[in-house]
């Protein structure tokens, strides 16, 4: 059995993409726009210890997989093969092919996360996994997102927006979803590098609270506080959503941190909210959410949690809504974001390979494929419908059950 033959059993002939192998085999039209090539046995081997995605992943992150041309055109291989994982039929000719005398326990990349320490999402082990992800180097995510320094999905009026101006709109409709006014005070919990805090005070006069539990964030933000010349009423901080105690607040934001929460956390979350708002406060939750037939995140044998966000889960929004509910926060609006985030994604993606060099030369190899890899997959899994992004709008509605909200929404 060559290469060749295993990689024709398992793809197909018609590929979007020729598949090159080190053998001197291939497969695919050989005019083909994009080529992945197999540098060595050790990209089979990762497949054959780690079956699925994550040895697939790994093969990449470690050089073992080449790609020339565009990853999207590699993504299109979701629509030839739904599924990487082998048959026990697949997998027997692989180790033949690999010769069993040749299968090993390969070493992951040292980008993969490997901490464990404490019960899944006590405060230290939460702060040890946003570090992993977040306090790689401002420097690498100033490349990645682009001047407004924001990494969550943005809202685009049209796909001809520029990103800066997407962040800018997105900020502004969580101000207004939130009614914002002068003197009011804010609490943005997980602010990253301070993005939301900034436009709530500067365009809207509120008095801003930004926690984070990433040094990197925080002392980046606070930079730019200080900078915008506005220190005196917009605060950032290191500290755990569940370490806040100098509430009431008039709203809370929350956006792109709601995936690090847990599910078994979900209570607890929403109930200190609950707790930091005044009657009559709104809470904004930004968040990825699940599709109800995909499994969670964390799924421990996925490359997204060993590589990206470990711990990270994903909820369904049904569940965000009903728990909101049971801890006295009534939902008032919900939108769905996916195209949006889609778009977003694929900003950053060109941000990546247009500065890809100084990348790596921030970070590593590695970690840049790994962002590589996981934002384009991101991007086709939100155009896919497979993930989703939502805005919920809450309110904390008085004994009497009065809101102040208008008859009809009035963020426009």
């Not at 081997?45 to 565009?70: C, F, H, K, N, Q």
């Not at 979900?266 to 708002?277: A, K, P, S, V």
């Not at 900003?347 to 030369?361: C, K």
Request: glycine residues 8%; hydrophobic residues 40%.
């Amino acid at each position: 059995m060559t290469v060749e033959s295993f990689l024709r059993d398992v793809l197909g002939s018609e590929l979007p993409v020729r598949v090159m192998a080190f053998d001197g085999t291939d497969i695919g039209p050989r005019d083909a726009a994009t080529t992945v090539t197999l540098r060595s046995n050790d990209a089979l081997i990762r497949m054959i210890t780690a079956p699925g995605e994550l040895g697939v992943a790994r093969a990449y992150i470690a050089g073992d997989i080449e790609i020339e041309g565009s990853i999207y055109d590699v993504l299109e291989l979701r629509h030839v093969v739904p599924s990487v994982k082998f048959s026990p039929r697949q997998m027997r000719d692989l180790v033949r092919l690999v010769g069993i005398r040749n299968v090993r326990r390969m070493q992951p990349p040292p980008e993969e996360h490997r901490a464990r320490n404490g019960r899944r999402h006590s405060k230290r082990r939460d702060a040890a996994a946003i570090s992993h992800h977040y306090d790689v180097s401002n420097e690498f995510y100033e490349l990645v997102l682009g001047p407004s320094m924001t990494y969550s999905c943005a809202v685009f009026t049209d796909a001809e927006d520029t990103l800066v101006r997407a962040q800018e709109t997105k900020y502004e409709l969580i101000c207004r979803k939130l009614g914002l006014r002068a003197g009011m005070r804010l609490l943005d919990i997980g602010c990253g590098w301070g993005g939301m805090v900034l436009h709530a005070a500067e365009h809207h006069g509120v008095e801003a609270v930004g926690i984070s539990l990433s040094q990197n964030q925080v002392d980046y933000g606070k930079k730019r506080v200080a900078e915008a010349g506005l220190a005196e009423i917009v605060d950032i901080r290191l500290q755990d959503y569940r370490d806040v105690g100098d509430g009431p607040f008039d709203a809370v934001s929350s956006i792109g941190m709601f995936e690090h929460v847990g599910n078994e956390m979900l209570g607890r979350y929403f109930d200190q909210i609950h707790g930091l708002l005044k009657p009559h406060g709104r809470f904004l939750n930004h968040a990825i959410s699940r599709t109800t037939t995909m499994r969670n995140s964390s799924d421990t044998s996925r490359f997204i949690e060993r590589y990206v966000f470990p711990d990270g889960e994903l909820h369904e929004v049904g569940t965000v809504i009903s728990a909101l509910h049971d801890r006295g926060l009534e939902v008032r609006h919900m939108e769905n974001l996916r195209e949006h985030y889609a778009l977003t994604l694929r900003h950053w993606v060109s941000n990546l390979e247009d500065h890809w060099d100084d990348a790596v030369a921030l970070t590593s190899e590695g970690r840049a494929r790994v962002w590589h890899l996981y934002m384009a997959a991101s991007a086709v899994n939100f155009e896919d419908n497979h993930l989703h992004v939502d805005q919920v709008l809450a309110l904390k509605t008085d004994e009497s059950g009065r809101n102040l909200l208008p008859l009809r929404p009035d963020w426009g």
